[in-house]
């Protein structure tokens, strides 16, 4: 059961090249996210996604772009990265559910990037 | 906005002693689900406990105990009986509106033999 994959697990990247962190679950969750956790301020909502076809911004989506291929993939984009960039980067996904219903996410196991 | 706030930055614990992680939260939703993670040093996010804004009861799980106070808009984390393998970075999420699943800053705890 493999839960929810990401690829790569590490990458380093020059300044202003691109990247694409790719993300899958096979658990047939609508709901899935895109974090980057950096020293001191947990984990920060980048983008995420109710449900196949839909996007929204998190907290912070600068410099990030995000692809709902299809139910099972979720992926973020880097155009241009910058150091500001380096971080450890998780995915997850949930069911939808109502709110107040548990629905707890899952996570892959993150992708270190650096960016220098 | 929703908002989480975990002012305590670390913690330590002596084993078996039990251990209380503070969790407030911000939000005008009426119905929310509230989390907590662990991440050891090796990074992988582990669930551990789950209580929703409707729930009558504080949830259990095993040593881990939630202290929801929701007039407060509080969740604290508790855990009995501290082990060694406890230590790790510890994690206070709620998901409210748009299924947005939003975590706090974390609190370190560093369980002490």
């Known amino acids: 059961n493999a839960g929810v994959t990401q690829t790569p697990k590490f990458q380093v990247l020059k300044t202003g090249q691109s990247m694409t962190l790719q993300c899958a679950q096979d658990m047939n969750h609508n709901s899935m996210y895109w974090y980057r956790q950096d020293p001191g301020m947990g984990l920060r909502l980048i983008y995420y996604s109710a449900s196949e076809g839909t996007t929204d911004k998190g907290e912070v989506p600068n410099g990030y772009n995000v692809s709902r291929l299809n139910k099972r993939e979720f992926s973020l984009r880097l155009e241009s990265a910058a150091p500001s960039q380096t971080s450890v980067y998780f995915c997850?996904?949930?069911?939808?559910?109502?709110?107040?219903?548990?629905?707890?996410?899952?996570f892959g196991q993150g992708t270190r990037l650096t960016v220098v | 906005a929703q908002k989480i706030t975990q002012t305590q930055p670390g913690m330590f614990v002596q084993e078996k002693e039990a251990v209380t992680l503070d969790c407030t939260y911000d939000t005008s939703d009426p119905s929310y689900g509230l989390f907590w993670y662990k991440q050891p040093s090796s990074g992988e996010m582990i669930f551990l406990i789950y209580q929703g804004s409707y729930d009558q009861q504080n949830a259990t799980e095993g040593r881990y105990s939630l202290n929801f106070q929701k007039a407060r808009k509080s969740a604290n984390l508790v855990i009995s009986a501290s082990q060694l393998g406890d230590s790790a970075m510890y994690f206070c999420?709620?998901?409210?509106?748009?299924?947005?699943?939003?975590f706090g800053a974390g609190t370190t705890v560093t369980v002490r033999a």
């Open positions: 997850a996904s949930s069911e939808a559910g109502e709110r107040g219903r548990r629905t707890e996410a899952f």
């Open positions: 999420a709620m998901r409210g509106h748009d299924y947005k699943l939003s």
